[in-house]
């Protein structure tokens, strides 16, 4: 089972550069989300989506966007990125009911660096 | 303003002996508690929770207490091993709509020393 997939594992942009962060689950779970962790600031909501077709922002949306492309499916964009974006970021899903709704899987990060 | 807080950023252990890992949260809509684990250039993984109903549960080498009173929950390892040597997040979440986001600490890194 591969669970959460992100890709890329790794990126370097330039100022200014755009980019989409992948992000699939097979799980059939309903809602995910979108992390960034940054040293000493733990684990910040970036955007979630709780259902196909909905999204919403988190705690730090600044400079982000985001598409639930399909249940599986779940994308970050940087439309112009910034240094202060230089971060791991996570996808992760969660199931909306039953005993295992508040679980969160995550998947193995996107370490990206802004110059 | 942190909600969940994890007061101890780093804890050393010897192997065979018990770790312990303390959260606070503020917010008394909090119901449900987790722990995660996570190691470097790895994504967390889930590794046990509590509802509030309960004042403690028990996976293995792994106990996670729940004093909602003193809005306090311990995780405890034991026996402490050298793979447990990673960084622990406590995490806490409500019940309904908006709520059951999940609210993270900034986390414990444990050393477990052969």
């Known amino acids: 089972n591969a669970g959460v997939t992100q890709t890329p594992k790794f990126q370097v942009l330039k100022t200014g550069q755009s980019m989409t962060l992948q992000c699939a689950q097979d799980?059939?779970?309903?809602?995910m989300y979108w992390y960034r962790q940054d040293p000493g600031m733990g684990l910040r909501l970036i955007y979630y989506?709780?259902?196909?077709?909905?999204?919403d922002k988190g705690e730090v949306p600044n400079g982000y966007n985001v598409s639930r492309l399909n249940k599986r499916e779940f994308s970050l964009r940087l439309e112009s990125a910034a240094p202060s974006q230089t971060s791991v970021y996570f996808c992760?899903?969660?199931?909306?009911?039953?005993?295992?709704?508040?679980?969160?899987?995550f998947g193995a990060g996107t370490r990206l660096s802004v110059l | 303003d942190q909600q969940v807080k994890q007061n101890s950023p780093s804890l050393s252990v010897q192997e065979g002996r018990i770790s312990i890992l303390n959260c606070d949260y503020t917010?008394?809509?909090?119901?449900?508690f987790l722990w995660y684990k996570k190691y470097p250039a790895e994504g967390p993984t889930f590794l046990i929770s509590i509802s509030s109903i309960k004042d403690k549960n028990e996976d293995g080498r792994f106990t996670v207490f729940l004093n909602k009173s003193a809005k306090h929950l311990s995780l405890h390892i034991v026996p402490s091993q050298p793979g447990d040597s990673a960084v622990y997040f406590c995490?806490?979440?409500?019940?309904?709509?908006?709520?059951?986001?999940?609210?993270w600490g900034l986390g414990t890194s444990l050393a477990v020393n052969p």
């Open positions: 995490a806490a979440s409500g019940s309904a709509g908006n709520n059951r986001k999940l609210i």
């Open positions: 917010n008394s809509m909090f119901d449900y």
């Open positions: 992760a899903s969660s199931e909306v009911r039953g005993p295992a709704k508040n679980i969160q899987y």
């Open positions: 799980m059939n779970h309903n809602s």
């Open positions: 989506s709780a259902s196909e077709g909905t999204t």
